[in-house]
Structure formats: C-alpha cells, structure tokens
C-alpha cells in the first residue's frame, strides 16, 4: 500500500508540475465534456490507482494472480464513458482529435508523460522483486497509461472524437506492452 501511495503522489506531483508550468484550464472547459468526460476521468483515476496498488500487491509472496483483475471493472468503465463521450461529442465544435494531427498530439503526450511514471514504477517494483514480473509490469504500465490520461485530461480537458480515442488505445497497447517487456530488468535472480 505504501509503495503504490508513494507512485500515486510522485503521478500527482508530475500533474501539479504540469499545471504550474503548462496550461491552467478552468473547470468550465473541463465541465464542456458533460458527465461522461467526468466519469471517464475518474474511471481512469481508479485504473491507475487499482492497477499500482495491485503491481504491488503482487509482489507479495502469497497474493494470488486473482488480483489482477482489481483494475478490471475500473477499465471498462473508462472504455466505456471515452466511448460514449465519443459518440455524444460527434459534431461539436470544440471536439478534439478530428485530425491526424490532433490524434497524434494526444498520443506523443500519452507516451511521453508515460515515460517517467513507467520508470518510476519499474524502479520501485526492482526493489519489491514480484515473483510474476510480468503481470506486475503490464499492471504498472496500464497504472502508467491511466494516470498520463488522467493528467492529458487535467491540461487539456476536452470531448474526444473516435480518432482521439484510438490514439489513447494504442498508447494504452504500447505502454502496458512496453512495461511488460521490461522483465528481465526486474526478475528476481
């Protein structure tokens, strides 16, 4: 619990940090998104922290592999508010991710803002030496990807569009796949 409260600040103070020195949106503009934009942000503030609390819970000799399912429900209610916020956006002039280009903006902010959360995690879960490395890393990177979506949404809240929402879905592929990939990092020896 201590360690997944101690990476869940370190992802807070990285969102203070991105709102002292980047944009400052008003609760106005995040409230233009409607209830599901809300819902969707705290879907995914309940992946991240379900899912870091469970990368080290894992560690733990005697949890069982169930635990990953903790983030599970969470996911799907984020996957699901993004994509009825989708649908609910279609046409609106302030819905983002109609370009390429946008999609693209959103999915180098995903990836980037993941990198210092993934190390942050892969560090701290080194020093914890789960005995499922693996299942570990790909929990941290899905804790990794929800809190640079949630963090994506704190500086730039907005309505997503289907294109919007494919990039977050391949960052979300590309980070919990890129953690995963890390265990020989951390395997126990």
Not at 91 to 104: F, I, N, R, S, V
């Amino acid at each position: 619990m201590v360690r997944a409260l101690s990476w869940l600040g370190a992802a807070a103070l990285l969102g203070a940090a991105l709102t002292a020195f980047g944009s400052r949106p008003s609760i106005a503009q995040g409230a233009a998104g409607g209830a599901l934009t809300w819902l969707a942000l705290a879907a995914a503030t309940i992946t991240a922290g379900a899912a870091a609390l469970t990368a080290f819970r894992l560690s733990l000799p005697e949890r069982s592999s169930a635990w990953a399912l903790l983030p599970l429900p969470a996911l799907i209610a984020w996957a699901v508010a993004s994509g009825l916020g989708c649908l609910a956006a279609r046409g609106t002039p302030d819905a983002w991710g109609e370009t390429l280009g946008e999609a693209a903006e959103c999915l180098g902010f995903l990836l980037l803002l993941s990198v210092p959360l993934s190390a942050l995690m892969l560090v701290m879960l080194r020093r914890a030496r789960p005995l499922r490395p693996r299942l570990a890393l790909a929990l941290g990177g899905l804790a990794s990807a929800g809190a640079a979506a949630v963090l994506l949404s704190i500086v730039h809240p907005h309505p997503s569009t289907g294109l919007d929402l494919a990039a977050h879905a391949v960052a979300l592929g590309v980070i919990v796949a890129f953690n995963a990939s890390a265990e020989s990092l951390i395997a126990p020896r």
